[in-house]
């Protein structure tokens, strides 16, 4: 069956600007967990949700960052106002319930110039 | 807060070599652990899943321990192969989400 997709692959944006990132979970995964991968900082953990609801923002690094789910299936991670530091590759991942096994897309690279 | 590392940083092997990776974790308190690969430029691949209950799970050539008590999980690759190489990851489930918090990784070169 078909994996964690995300969208785009690459984006390129200029400091200031803001951008959409996409997530299509699993087809029946209840959650899904946004991270973040930068030089320097390994991966870390943004936001979580459950169906619809994200009990746990609390990775987000700033007002800037927020995230919305729809239909309990895809996310959508909004970063306003980028900021050179937001350069990263940003990926999604989702399991059949929080604590189990988590499933990873490709990740989208984000660069601000 | 939980905490993990792993060691070594890089590794580099002759091909056919049988190798151990190694992650320690601070909290004990865990359901499960994750070992993930990491190919250049690309998203992570799950390899195996330790549930809390178990103290091995194998898949192939790979063989992943966990010992809750001493806060250790070490992955074996047996026989190397040049594609294998690759960064190893280990993460544990912590907070009320699960998310999972990662080592730094182990970037594995195996040469033919």
């Known amino acids: 069956g078909a994996g964690v997709s995300q969208s785009p692959s690459n984006k390129v944006t200029e400091k200031g600007k803001d951008v959409e990132l996409r997530c299509d979970p699993i087809s029946g995964h209840t959650a899904l967990y946004w991270y973040r991968q930068s030089l320097g900082q390994g991966l870390e953990f943004l936001i979580y949700?459950?169906?619809?609801?994200?009990?746990?923002k609390s990775g987000l690094p700033s007002d800037r960052f927020s995230a919305e789910r729809t239909g309990g299936s895809v996310s959508t991670l909004t970063i306003q106002r980028t900021q050179q530091e937001d350069s990263a590759v940003y990926l999604c991942a989702s399991s059949a319930g929080g604590g189990l096994e988590q499933y990873f897309g490709p990740g989208t690279r984000l660069t601000v110039t | 807060k939980q905490e993990v590392t792993q060691i070594p940083a890089a590794l580099s092997v002759p091909e056919g070599e049988n190798l151990v990776l190694n992650c320690s974790f601070t909290?004990?308190?865990?359901?499960?652990l994750q070992w993930f690969r990491q190919d250049p430029g690309k998203g992570l691949t799950s390899l195996l899943l330790i549930q809390s209950s178990q103290r091995e799970q194998t898949s192939g050539r790979l063989n992943a321990s966990l010992d809750k008590s001493s806060g250790r999980s070490t992955l074996y690759i047996a026989a190397s192969q040049p594609g294998d190489s690759a960064t190893y990851l280990c993460a544990a489930p912590s907070g009320s989400a699960r998310q999972l918090t990662f080592g730094s990784g182990t970037q594995l070169t195996v040469l033919p």
């Open positions: 949700f459950q169906g619809n609801s994200a009990p746990d």
């Open positions: 909290d004990s308190a865990i359901y499960n």
